[in-house]
């Protein structure tokens, strides 16, 4: 393993169902080198949010190991996750699942600082700036912090939780699908606003979808999916311009020309 993995996954097995007949993982190994950005796609059923709940650790392996800076994560006490939940952050697929209706959004986005990791190294007023600093890198207004999330858009409400992952400064960001369940006509944005975070923080970035076009504009390496199983990983460019097996081809094949544009054009 090279000196700056991040994460390092190892035969990754998970089952689900009576005997265990359903294999949502099987055999997976892959690597995530620090500033990686990395896409995973694959269709609907195909392992891509089971591996993504390994690496965060909200869920654990029938077998295999999930290395996260050297230290074994899979398998370990929620109590022992602190050194991962401070530098890991998600952004989900719906925020109106993801953000409590009854938080403010202040609440919300200083809610991973009050974690013990995180605590330690910030008071009062470090928090208020903290908030302060991340609402306006996701482009909301100050006084966002004292409304509910109700009180806002599909895509304003994606910016709050992006906020909220930014807030105790990770090292890694997983988004599993944080566009999908948007308005088309917001997507385009939310995305923007990802790629220029992730730039301009070093973040390394692992990010499911479907959408390959938005992998190939925002990832500089893929995993693809299949039935639980890797079907071919490499470079971006390797994958979307020489892909080696089949089943990328058809993945590639399904891409609606006309999204590339939309997500190219900084709108
Ligand atoms: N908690 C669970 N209980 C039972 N089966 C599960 C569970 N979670 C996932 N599965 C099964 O594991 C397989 C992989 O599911 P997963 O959600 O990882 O796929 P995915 O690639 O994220 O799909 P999608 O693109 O639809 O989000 C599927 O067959 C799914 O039904
Ligand atoms: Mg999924």
Excluded: W
């Excluded at 074994?72 to 929620?78: C, F, N, Y």
């Excluded at 952004?91 to 330690?120: A, K, Y």
């Amino acid at each position: 393993m090279s000196g700056d993995a991040v994460y390092e996954v190892t035969d990754l097995l998970r089952t689900f169902g009576r005997g265990g007949h359903v294999r949502a993982l099987d055999g997976v190994s892959l690597q995530v080198e620090r500033g990686q950005r990395l896409g995973i796609v694959g269709e609907s059923g195909s392992g891509k949010s089971t591996l993504i709940r390994l690496m965060a650790a909200l869920d654990r392996p029938s077998s295999g190991s999930v290395r996260f800076e050297g230290r074994e994560i899979a398998g370990l006490h929620e109590r022992d996750l602190g050194f991962l939940r401070a530098s890991v952050q998600l952004v989900f697929q719906d925020p109106r699942s993801s953000l409590n209706p009854r938080m403010t959004v202040g609440s919300i986005v200083t809610e991973p600082l009050r974690s013990r990791r995180v605590r330690r190294s910030l008071d009062d007023v470090d928090r208020g700036q903290r908030l302060r600093e991340v609402l306006d890198a996701v482009d909301l207004p100050p006084d966002a912090a004292g409304r509910y999330p109700h009180e806002f858009s599909g895509g304003q409400r994606q910016r709050i939780a992006i906020a909220r992952a930014l807030a105790p400064d990770p090292e890694v960001l997983i988004a599993d699908e944080p566009v999908s369940a948007l308005d088309v006509s917001v997507r385009a944005q939310v995305l923007n606003l990802l790629a220029d975070l992730v730039e301009a923080r070093g973040l390394t970035l692992i990010f499911v979808s479907h959408d390959l076009a938005v992998v190939r504009h925002l990832c500089d390496s893929v995993v693809v999916m299949r039935a639980g199983r890797i079907e071919e990983q490499g470079s971006t460019e390797q994958v979307f311009n020489h892909p080696r097996a089949d089943y990328t081809t058809s993945l590639l094949a399904a891409i609606p020309r006309i999204r590339v544009a939309d997500v190219g054009d900084g709108s």
